[in-house]
């Protein structure tokens, strides 16, 4: 079972605009260490510091794979229309 499924079908409420670290990494389909890696690397879309924790915005994320994963260099949020 994907983590995206899993995300989905457990959602009892509202789904959350904020996804923690575990949350976004099962979203893309891969690992903790490899979200930060990916982070580090410049690879995705930078986090919004929410408290002492780290969240990415459900909403930036799927518009991000959307325009097929450009690196954070090349990605603005909110896009520009």
Do not use: H, Q, Y
């Amino acid at each position: 079972m994907s983590g995206i499924a899993t995300i989905e079908r457990t959602a009892t409420g509202p789904t959350p605009l904020l996804l923690d670290a575990g949350a976004t990494a099962a979203l893309l389909g891969c690992g903790r260490r490899k979200l930060f890696s990916m982070l580090a690397a410049g690879e995705i879309p930078a986090p919004i510091r929410f408290g002492k924790r780290l969240t990415w915005r459900r909403s930036e994320l799927v518009a991000w794979t959307d325009a097929g994963c450009p690196p954070a260099c090349r990605w603005t949020w909110p896009p520009k229309i």
